[in-house]
Structures are given as C-alpha cells and as structure tokens.
C-alpha cells in the first residue's frame, strides 16, 4: 500500500461569528488540506490550519518539496514515514511551517491506515472510551455583558458542563469583573480562563491571583509560550491550574514545561505539532508526567484523539470554528449534551464536502488582495 500521488490546497475560511481575543483579530482560518492516492485505490485526507497566516507556504512546502519525496512509501510505515519527513525539513526550522505541512501528511496517512484496516480512529490508536466532556468555547474578548450573557445562556442550554472566555484587558478590575460576572451567570458549573499570552510572569501573577476564590478549572496561557522559567513561577504562585501547549510545536517543547513544573494541563493542537503521530506521543508523554490532555481547537479529529487514550480530559468546540458550523462536512460532528462522540467510519470519520470548499479556495495571488494582519 504505497504512496502514487498526494496534493495540498489552502482554504481561507471566516469563523462563522466574529473571533477577537486580546492579542489577536481572526478574520478567516486557513486549512491546509492534503489528499493522498495510494495504489490499491485508497484516498485519504487530512489537514492543518493557521489562523490566518501562512497557509500558502504550508502548501508550497507540501507541494513543492514534501510531496514528490514521498512517492512510493508504504503507508503502513507511518513512524517511518514520520521521520523522514521530520529530517527532511528539519533544517528549515524545529516547526511551525514545518510541522504544520508534517501534519497535514500525516492525518490523511491515518486515514488511509484505518480504512485499510476498517477501524475508525480512536480504536485503531487505543480505544480508551466512547465518548468525552467537552466545553463550549468563545473568542469573546469584545463581547458586551449582554453578549457575553448571550454566549454562556447558549452553552447552558447545550449542556455544557463547562464554558471558557476571553480575558486579558488592561486593568485588575476589569478581569476580576469579567470573571466574577461570567461566574455569577453560570452557576455552579466549571468557569475557564484564557488569556493570549497578554502578560510577562510578573504582571500574570500579580492579575490572576486574584482569581484563586472563583475556583476556575484553568487560566490558560496568561504569559508567553516561549517562557519556560515564568510559567514555572505562575504555577507556584497561583493556586489555578496552569493551562497550555496550543502554541507549542514539538514533543521536545512539552518535555520542557513538564520537567520545569510549568503546566498543569496539557493542550497540544494536532494540526500544529506534526499531527497525530506525534500528538500520541505529547499524550502518553504528559500521562507519565499524570497530566492529563485537553487539546487545543480541531474539535472534528480532536474527540478521537481524546477516546483513544487514558489521560483525555477534556474536548474544546470553539463557537463559529468547527467545519460541522462552516457547513463543510458531508456528515456533522456535533456535541450532544455536554458530550461528543468519535465518528465511527474508518479512519478519522471527518468527510469535506468538496464542492462547499472550493468557494474558500485560495491561492498568493488571492491573498496578496487582503489585510492579512492578525496582531493588534
């Protein structure tokens, strides 16, 4: 079962409501979707994303580069396949661009994997339950109260157990107002916290600290991903679990923060960490630090993921981010009371439909006509 031809596409497709944060301003995802024909007839597909820069050279290096190295190799050989790709680029950077374009490779290699063996995902990677909780997600930071109400009323009336907004603003007040409002209109349900990574260490203790009587299940990202040393020194001066890892691209980046004590909460992105080759091994890693998972996004594969091992904590579904919500999947994947379900088609279950995406193609040209900027 060998690898005759693969080809990657970039789609730009706008969250289907606003997304502002308190460093950033989303105004189309991208996805890098790469299709892979094998010979014995076989197709699968997979994908990565940005949010909003660089999906085109995430192509190019797939297209141009990736691609034509890897025709000929047996699927079957998928840490192999891994590797090499891995070596290949490596020396054009440790990820990002590189294991954004690994990623899209190695999701569809996965579903070839399954439809050949005839198992959906989470059993061929472990099987290690059902179903998994999930959160409801906002990128709310400009909301009103009114809106914001409006938010966390939708998701109580879904059945989510828990519900996690935006903070980060200029003030001590203004968060701790924020928090103790959202909290009020919950209840007793799990109120979680990001933050962007909008604070150094000093200024992150000194703000969330004052959190630690809402018993909130996590603040996540309050300081910079690349500051091992400051996130160490929040989780010893803060009582709220420490969430993060949505920004870091390698099992080597996790071993960091978990040897330094500088998470409680592991969130690693398929699509950002070379996919799910990789993302299995930041689990079973994080599990033998006894963290458990709670991935970033990518809520369509990310359920598999999370019934496949044993540390699975917790699945996000972003409000206006899930392709079920950009009416792009033949067969939605949807929360249902609080929990979701891992498709049981072989493979990863997650099926485009073709013709809906093509309207979000995109190509330099294209781009190159667009504000592009997503830093405030």
């Known amino acids: 079962m060998r690898i005759e031809h693969l080809q990657a596409f970039t789609y730009r497709i706008p969250p289907a409501i606003p997304w502002e944060d308190a460093t950033h301003v989303t105004t189309g995802l991208e996805y890098i979707i790469t299709t892979v024909h094998t010979d014995n007839g076989l197709t699968g597909v997979g994908w990565s994303h940005t949010p909003g820069v660089g999906g085109t050279a995430v192509e190019a290096l797939i297209n141009d580069y990736l691609a034509n190295m890897l025709i000929g190799k047996d699927i079957r050989d998928i840490e192999a396949i891994w590797q090499y ?11 990002g661009i590189n294991t954004f374009a690994i990623a899209s490779i190695d999701i569809a290699l996965w579903d070839i994997l399954g439809k050949f063996y005839n198992q959906p995902l989470y059993r061929l990677l472990g099987g290690a339950r059902e179903e998994v909780p999930a959160y409801g997600s906002s990128i709310d930071f400009s909301y009103t109260y009114d809106q914001l109400f409006e938010m966390i009323d939708d998701f109580l009336a879904q059945g989510y157990q828990a519900i996690k907004i935006k903070i980060g603003y200029d003030t001590v007040e203004e968060n701790v107002e924020r928090i103790r409002r959202a909290k009020e209109r919950m209840g007793n349900l799990k109120l979680l916290a990001d933050v962007n990574q909008k604070w150094d260490a000093a200024r992150a203790i000194q703000v969330c600290s004052h959190f630690d009587s809402f018993h909130l299940g996590w603040i996540e990202e309050p300081i910079s991903r690349d500051d091992v040393e400051g996130n160490a020194k929040f989780r010893r001066n803060v009582k709220t679990p420490l969430a993060l890892g949505e920004h870091l691209y390698t099992k080597y980046q996790f071993a960091d923060f978990l040897k330094a004590d500088a998470v409680d909460i592991v969130q690693a992105d398929v699509g950002r960490v070379g996919g799910i080759t990789e993302w299995i091994k930041i689990a079973h890693l994080a599990d033998a630090y006894f963290r458990p998972m709670a991935p970033h996004f990518v809520m369509e594969l990310s359920v598999s993921l999370l019934c496949a091992i044993p540390n699975g904590m917790i ?49 330099g040209k294209k781009l190159r006509e667009l504000d592009l900027k997503v830093y405030k």
């Not at 392709?323 to 279950?349: D, S, W």
């Open 85 to 95: 790709m891995y070596n290949q680029v490596h020396r054009c950077g440790t990820g």
């Open 315 to 363: 699945l996000e579904n972003i409000k206006g981010g899930s392709f079920t919500e950009m009416g792009v999947l033949e067969y939605p994947i949807a929360v249902e009371n609080g929990k979701c379900r891992p498709p049981q088609l072989p493979g990863h279950g997650v099926v485009f439909n073709m013709e809906k995406l093509e309207q979000y193609r995109v190509d």
